[in-house]
C-alpha cells in the first residue's frame, strides 16, 4: 500500500509518535510544578543520566491517583479516626489522592511563608531541606501528616522510577538500566548457573522491548 | 431472610490448598462437596500467564492478589491497655482471595516442623525442666506426633512436586540434605532447584564455619513432574517471579498446577465464586451445624445446608467465622479462660544484607531457591545457656530480583536523592540477603477476640488482633541474627547491613503471611478449640483446618504442615467420621 506523500517525507524519521511526556489527569498545573520539581529531588538526573523527571513518574503518579489507588478502593476507611500508634499503620481518612491535594496546598503555603516562594520555584538546596523537613516529621502541616505524606511520594517515586514501562513511568527503561535489570523474562534455565557473567541482552517490558504504555 | 438453597454433604468455606485438598479426597468417598470462595476464578491460563504476571506494581505494589481491606480487615493494637485501630491497608501479612487462595501467590518454601515442635511443652520440661518456661507462655503440645504426620507430610510434598534432598532416610543420615529433619520414608519427588550465585556464596561459608547447609525443600519444580493425581507440572524456568504473583508455567504447586485439573472435572464436586460466609448455622441447641450462610456480591442472602462444615479459609478467618458463630468459648486473657481465639502466634524475622564484588543476578531466582541451615532451629542446640525457647532457619533465598522491593543498600545510604541513585546502580546486581526465619510462642497476651468498634462489609464486628513480641522471640531472634552475621561475614562481602527485629510488633512492613493460632488443636476442651482430627469439641460435624489449629509457631514456613494436617484430618473423616458421624475423640 503507498503510503501519502506528507508521510514519506524524508524529515519524517521517526516511525511512531512520541507518548505524551506530561500528562495532568488528576494534577493541576500548579500541584503539577510542585510533583515535577518534588520527584527531581528525589531522583535528581539529566538528559544523560535519567532521574524521576525524565523517566516520566510525574506523569506516573498523575495517572496512578487518578484511578483505583488514589480513590483507595481497596483499602478500610469506615472511622472512627484516631492517630493510634506507628505500629497501627495508616490511619488517616484521606485516600492517597486526597492525601496529594491537601499535601500540596500545605507545603507550598509553608514554602511561600519560610522562603517567599512555592517549592517548585525554590532554589535546590532549599527544595532538598524542605524534603528532609517532611521525611523526618520537623514540618508540620495543617491538614495532613507530614511523614504520611512524605512515605508515600516517595514510594510512588521509586513505584514510577522502577515498575513496568507501560504505566507510564520508568520511560526508555531508565530505572532498569541504571540499576541493571532486565525486565521481565520467562526464562533463565541456562543463565542461572553461569556464575558471575552479566547478562546482556536489553531490558524488555510487558509490552515488549519498546515498552511503552500507549501505542503509537 | 436468607435463601434456602439445596442441601449437600460437604460444605468447604474457602478453595484454597486445604479445601482443594479435602474436595479431591472427600469425593472420592462419593460424597457432593461445595466450596464456597469469597475472591474470584482464577485459572493458570490466563490468569497467570507470563505476557502479564510478572508485573511488580499490579501485584506486589497495588497487591493485585490479596484479600481487599474494604471488604475483610482485622484491627490491631499491640497490648490489652490499647484501643485497636484497623489495618486500613495490607502490610505485615498478605492474605490471598480468589480460587487457589494464597497457595496461589506463595513461594513455595515447603518444610516439614520437627518431631521436637510437636511435643515442645513436654519437651522442654524434660530437658530444661518446668521452671524454663515463662509464667505467660502457653506452650502446648499438639496433640498430634510427627511419626503420625510423616505419611501425610509425604503425600503433600508427592502431590507438589517438591525438590530437595533427604537428610533423614528412615533413621539414617543423608550427606547434603537437613541433618536435623524428622526421619522421612522416602526421598523428595524430585533433586534440588539449580544454585544461585547467592546460595553458592552463603553454602561455601557456613560449610567453612562448621555447618551444614542444605538446598532448602522448593515446591517450585526443577524437572518436569507428573503428580500421583496424573497431573503435569513444568520445569521452573527461575523467572524470579513467585512471591505475591501467580505461576505461568505450572512450576510452582498451587491448587491449580496440582489437583483442580482432576477436582473440577468431578460430578460431584462444585464451587461457586464471590460468596462471603458470614455466620455457620447452628441448630438450636448450639451443638450442631446445619450449614451456612453466605452472601454473594450483588448482597443476597443464602443458606447453605451441608452434613458437614469444614473452614478452611485464612487461619485468622476460620477464628472469626467461629467467633461470629459463637462455636467454642471466646478466649478471656484476665481469667485465661476460653478458647476461640486462643494462643494467636506469628513469625519473627530478621534479615544481614551482604554486598559483594561479584555479579549475582538476583532477578534470576525461585520462591524457594534456597540455602539454608538447621542448627539453630527447634531445640536443635542446647538452650539452657541460652535462656530461651525456640528458635529458626537461616537461609540465603534468591527468590528474585523484582526493582521496586527487592534491592538491597548499604547501611549509610541516604533514602533518596542522588547518593540513593548511585547506590542502587553499584548495588542491585551486587548483593544478596541472609534471612532468619525464628518461632514464636504463644502467650496469654496475644489473641484474637471480636473488635467493640469496627465493622466489616456486613455489620459484623471486625477481628480484633492483640499482639507483640515477646523477650523470649527477641532474644532467640537476636541470637539467629548474630550468627547470620558471622556466615555474612564469612562470604567475604564489601560490606554488611544486620537489620535486627527491634522493639513492637508492627503491623506495617511486609514480614510473613505466617499467622498461626486461634482455633488450636489439642487434647484438651479447656486448651483447645479442636482435638487431634481437627473437629470441632463443641460440634463434632464442623472441622477447622489450617495454621489456625498451630498451638504456637515453628521456625519454618507453615504450608508444608497445613497439607499434612489436611490430608490428616481428611484421612480420619474418610476412615472414622463417615461410618460413625459423632465425636473422634472422648473426653
Known amino acids: 500500500m503507498a503510503l501519502p506523500a506528507v508521510l514519506a517525507l524524508p524529515a519524517c524519521t521517526r516511525t511512531r509518535a512520541e507518548p505524551a511526556k506530561v500528562s495532568r489527569v488528576f494534577f493541576t498545573a500548579v500541584e503539577q510544578r510542585f510533583i515535577m520539581a518534588a520527584t527531581a529531588r528525589l531522583i535528581p538526573g539529566d538528559a544523560k543520566d535519567p532521574g524521576a523527571v525524565e523517566a516520566g513518574v510525574p506523569f506516573f503518579i498523575d495517572l496512578q491517583l487518578a484511578g483505583p489507588y488514589g480513590r483507595a478502593d481497596r483499602w478500610y476507611m469506615q472511622g472512627p479516626w484516631a492517630a493510634g500508634a506507628e505500629q497501627q499503620g495508616y490511619q488517616t481518612s484521606k485516600t492517597p489522592a486526597q492525601l496529594y491535594r491537601n499535601a500540596i496546598g500545605n507545603i507550598d503555603a509553608h514554602c511561600r511563608r519560610a522562603y517567599g516562594a512555592p517549592f517548585a520555584d525554590m532554589p535546590i538546596e532549599e527544595q532538598e531541606a524542605v524534603l528532609h523537613g517532611l521525611e523526618d516529621g520537623k514540618i508540620e502541616l495543617p491538614d495532613v501528616p507530614a511523614k504520611a505524606f512524605f512515605a508515600i511520594l516517595w514510594q510512588n517515586t521509586q513505584e514510577g522510577f522502577l515498575s513496568d514501562p507501560m504505566y507510564g513511568g520508568n520511560r526508555d527503561f531508565a530505572g532498569w538500566k541504571l540499576i541493571g535489570f532486565p525486565g521481565p523474562r520467562y526464562n533463565y534455565v541456562r543463565e542461572i548457573s553461569q556464575y558471575g557473567q552479566p547478562y546482556d541482552l536489553p531490558p524488555v517490558g510487558l509490552l515488549g522491548r519498546d515498552g511503552r504504555r500507549l501505542p503509537a | ?587
Open chain 2, 1 to 587: 431472610m436468607a435463601i434456602r438453597l439445596e442441601p449437600v454433604d460437604v460444605v468447604l468455606v474457602g478453595f484454597g490448598w486445604t479445601a482443594s485438598i479435602i474436595a479431591q479426597e472427600l469425593t472420592e468417598e462419593g460424597l457432593q462437596v461445595l466450596a464456597l470462595e469469597r475472591g474470584v476464578d482464577r485459572a493458570t491460563v490466563p490468569d497467570f500467564a507470563t505476557t502479564h504476571v510478572q508485573d511488580e506494581l499490579k501485584y506486589a505494589m497495588r497487591m493485585g492478589m490479596f484479600q481487599a481491606p474494604v471488604r475483610e480487615t482485622l484491627t490491631f493494637r499491640n497490648s490489652r491497655d490499647q484501643t485497636a485501630l484497623p489495618m486500613r491497608t495490607l502490610g505485615s501479612f498478605r492474605p490471598g482471595a480468589g480460587v487457589g487462595g494464597a497457595g496461589v501467590h506463595w513461594n513455595g518454601q515447603t518444610w516439614r516442623f520437627l518431631p521436637a515442635d510437636f511435643e515442645i511443652r513436654s519437651h522442654v520440661e524434660a530437658r530444661y525442666g518446668a521452671g524454663f518456661i515463662p509464667p505467660d507462655m502457653t506452650l502446648q503440645d499438639w496433640g498430634v506426633t510427627y511419626d503420625e504426620l510423616e505419611p501425610y507430610y509425604d503425600r503433600f510434598e508427592y502431590l507438589c512436586g517438591v525438590s530437595g534432598k533427604a537428610g533423614n532416610l528412615n533413621g539414617t543420615v543423608q550427606a547434603e540434605g537437613n541433618p536435623f529433619e524428622g526421619r522421612r520414608t522416602r526421598d523428595y519427588p524430585l533433586p534440588p532447584l539449580e544454585r544461585s550465585a547467592g546460595t553458592l556464596l552463603f553454602d561455601k561459608a557456613a560449610r567453612e564455619l562448621g555447618y551444614k547447609p542444605f538446598a532448602a525443600p522448593a515446591a517450585n519444580a526443577s524437572r518436569p513432574y507428573l503428580n500421583p493425581l496424573g497431573v503435569q507440572m513444568g520445569q521452573c524456568t527461575y523467572c524470579g517471579f513467585c512471591e505475591w504473583f501467580g505461576c505461568g508455567n505450572y512450576s510452582k504447586a498451587s491448587p491449580q498446577s496440582t489437583i483442580l485439573p482432576v477436582l473440577l472435572k468431578k460430578d460431584n464436586f462444585s464451587y461457586r465464586t464471590g460468596c462471603d460466609v458470614t455466620r455457620v448455622k447452628m441448630d438450636a441447641a448450639g451443638k450442631k451445624a446445619r450449614g451456612v450462610i453466605y452472601v454473594d456480591l450483588e448482597g443476597r442472602e443464602y443458606e447453605q445446608p451441608a452434613e458437614l462444615v469444614i473452614l478452611c479459609a485464612f487461619a485468622q478467618h476460620n477464628v472469626h467465622l467461629l467467633l461470629l458463630s459463637g462455636i467454642g468459648q471466646p478466649y478471656d486473657p484476665a481469667t485465661n479462660t476460653g478458647v476461640t481465639g486462643r494462643n494467636y502466634a506469628y513469625q519473627i524475622t530478621s534479615s544481614v544484607d551482604v554486598f559483594v564484588d561479584e555479579i549475582m543476578n538476583p532477578y534470576m531466582g525461585a520462591g524457594a531457591l534456597g540455602q539454608a541451615i538447621d542448627e539453630f532451629n527447634g531445640d536443635n542446640f542446647d538452650h539452657g545457656p541460652e535462656g530461651f525457647i525456640g528458635g529458626g532457619y537461616i537461609a540465603l533465598w534468591t527468590t528474585g530480583g523484582r526493582p521496586i522491593l527487592q534491592h538491597h543498600l548499604p547501611k549509610g545510604t541516604p533514602t533518596w536523592g542522588g547518593g540513593w541513585k548511585k547506590a542502587m546502580a553499584e548495588n542491585y546486581l551486587k548483593s544478596v540477603s541472609i534471612s532468619t526465619h525464628g518461632s514464636v510462642m504463644s502467650y496469654r497476651g496475644c489473641y484474637l477476640d471480636l473488635d467493640p468498634t469496627y465493622r466489616d462489609y456486613y455489620g459484623n464486628p471486625l477481628l480484633r488482633l492483640t499482639f507483640d513480641f515477646q523477650k523470649n522471640e527477641h532474644a532467640m531472634s537476636d541470637y539467629l541474627t548474630e550468627k547470620a552475621a558471622l556466615i555474612a561475614k564469612a562470604m567475604n562481602p564489601r560490606s554488611i547491613n544486620i537489620k535486627k527485629r527491634q522493639g513492637h510488633y508492627s503491623i506495617v512492613p511486609y514480614q510473613t503471611t505466617h499467622n498461626t493460632g486461634g482455633a488450636v488443636m489439642g487434647d484438651d476442651p479447656r486448651t483447645s478449640v479442636v482435638n487431634r482430627y481437627l473437629q470441632c469439641w463443641d460440634a463434632p460435624n464442623v472441622f477447622v483446618v489450617g495454621a489456625s489449629a498451630f498451638p504456637q509457631n515453628a521456625g519454618y514456613n507453615p504450608t508444608g504442615t497445613v497439607g499434612a494436617l489436611a490430608y490428616w484430618a481428611t484421612d480420619a473423616i474418610r476412615t472414622q467420621y463417615l461410618a460413625n458421624p459423632g465425636p473422634l475423640v472422648r473426653t
